[in-house]
């Protein structure tokens, strides 16, 4: 899985369409309110074993449509750096925060046609999408939710899948801990009490950081 870009190609933004239609609460019913958040957080830092966090936002999100915002500035930034297009990015929450529609609006703005499954019983959805005239990025949407045992990861062969090049999706990352790589951002995803979400994103690495810049 690469991005396999011809030399000399100025990154272009691509004109994508945000597909908004999909519910905040797609996943599943049940959400957690956003004061969990920090607890939620301190247990994934334990899990997972990750590194320092060089960097911390907080974002809040009113509505669906900021977060299809927020996906499409991301996207741009993948699209016109591609040195950050082999990131892994992390979405953290409870069930029912957002954490799949977020990918589903960062997949439209990347460029994805056609349906976006959910990759809950898959485990992995593969996408190539073409950025650009002769430039191609590979996208690894992961969803761990239903891993009883880290070792399922190593076993499955996603160790191979996290290694190429490639942008990396995961959702319940830290069902898969602590053989999963350290991501380069996660984000976080808190639900308040009038729907609205908190959005806590954190970089572990000088690629996080520059995704956030």
């Known amino acids: 899985m690469e991005a396999r870009c011809q030399p000399g190609l100025q990154a272009g933004f691509l004109r994508a369409k945000i597909d908004?239609?999909?519910?905040?609460?797609?996943?599943?019913?049940?959400?957690?309110?956003?004061?969990q958040l920090l607890s939620d957080l301190r247990h994934i830092e334990v899990t997972t074993g990750h590194t320092t966090i060089l960097e911390t936002r907080s974002l809040h999100w009113p509505?669906?449509?900021?977060?299809?915002?927020?996906?499409?500035?991301?996207?741009?930034?993948?699209?016109?750096?591609?040195a950050l297009q082999d990131a892994c990015i992390e979405l953290e929450g409870p069930l029912g925060a957002g954490k799949t529609s977020f990918v589903r609006h960062?997949?439209?703005?990347?460029?994805?046609?056609?349906r976006i499954k959910s990759p809950t019983y898959a485990v992995v959805e593969p996408y190539e999408v073409q950025l650009r005239a002769g430039c191609w990025l590979s996208v690894?949407?992961?969803?761990?939710?239903?891993?009883?045992?880290?070792?399922?990861?190593?076993?499955?062969?996603?160790?191979?899948?996290?290694?190429a090049p490639g942008l990396k999706l995961a959702?319940?990352?830290?069902?898969?801990?602590?053989?999963?790589?350290?991501?380069?951002?996660?984000?976080?995803?808190?639900?308040?009490?009038?729907?609205?979400?908190?959005?806590?994103?954190?970089?572990?690495?000088?690629?996080?950081?520059?995704?956030?810049?």
């Open 106 to 114: 960062l997949l439209r703005a990347l460029g994805v046609d056609g």
């Open 171 to 213: 959702e319940w990352a830290d069902k898969a801990a602590p053989l999963l790589p350290s991501p380069d951002l996660r984000l976080a995803l808190a639900v308040n009490a009038d729907e609205s979400r908190v959005a806590t994103l954190q970089a572990f690495s000088e690629r996080g950081r520059a995704l956030l810049a």
């Open 63 to 82: 509505d669906e449509a900021a977060c299809g915002h927020f996906a499409a500035a991301l996207a741009a930034r993948l699209i016109r750096h591609p």
């Open 20 to 35: 908004i239609g999909h519910s905040y609460l797609g996943e599943s019913e049940g959400a957690r309110p956003a004061r």
């Open 140 to 163: 690894s949407h992961f969803d761990f939710y239903r891993f009883n045992d880290p070792r399922e990861w190593e076993d499955a062969g996603f160790r191979e899948l996290y290694a």
